[in-house]
């Protein structure tokens, strides 16, 4: 019986940290796909709790239908005013965070950890993600998901 209450427990971890998501307007799954948005910490699918000062990572898995050398990618709070971007992540080589070169229609994953800087405002986020290949930026994943910065 203990057995199966830790097998319980370990799948609840687990399923907590999937975030909802979703695409990015004008966004087609035809370029590429974005099966599954994980976030630590996360508790509630909906938005994720983020605490200033403290370690959190998100990850997703993608399946690019290109073929490219290399990956650039950015991250943004998705404003009702428009897109502002993170210093920290702006046009970075997401090969660092991920495999590269891609193979069109090959699943992948990119991982990156990042720890909140104080002077964030406390309030609930939609965050946007663009990765795309280095060369040519209409070749791209895009995907939006709410966070709550506390």
């Known amino acids: 019986m203990k057995i199966i209450l830790i097998v319980i427990g370990c799948f609840g971890v687990a399923f907590a940290e999937v975030a909802k ?11 590429c796909k974005v099966a599954e948005v994980r976030i630590n910490p996360c508790k509630n699918k909906n938005f994720c709790v983020l605490k200033k000062g403290q370690q959190s990572s998100i990850e997703f898995d993608f399946t690019p239908m290109f ?18 971007p993170f210093d ?7 090969c660092l965070y991920s495999t590269c070169p891609t193979v ?13 800087d104080k002077f964030i405002p406390n309030g609930i986020y939609t965050l946007k993600w ?21």
Do not use: H, M
């Open 88 to 94: 920290k992540f702006t046009d970075v080589d997401a």
């Open 21 to 31: 998501f979703e695409k990015c307007y004008g966004w087609s799954d035809d370029i």
């Open 104 to 116: 069109s229609g090959t699943q992948q994953q990119l991982s990156y950890s990042l720890r909140l």
């Open 130 to 150: 663009r990765l795309w290949d280095a060369e040519d930026e209409s070749k791209e994943c895009c995907f939006k998901t709410n966070v709550k910065i506390r």
């Open 67 to 84: 073929n490219a050398q290399r990956l650039t990618s950015s991250l943004f709070w998705a404003s009702p005013t428009g897109d502002l």
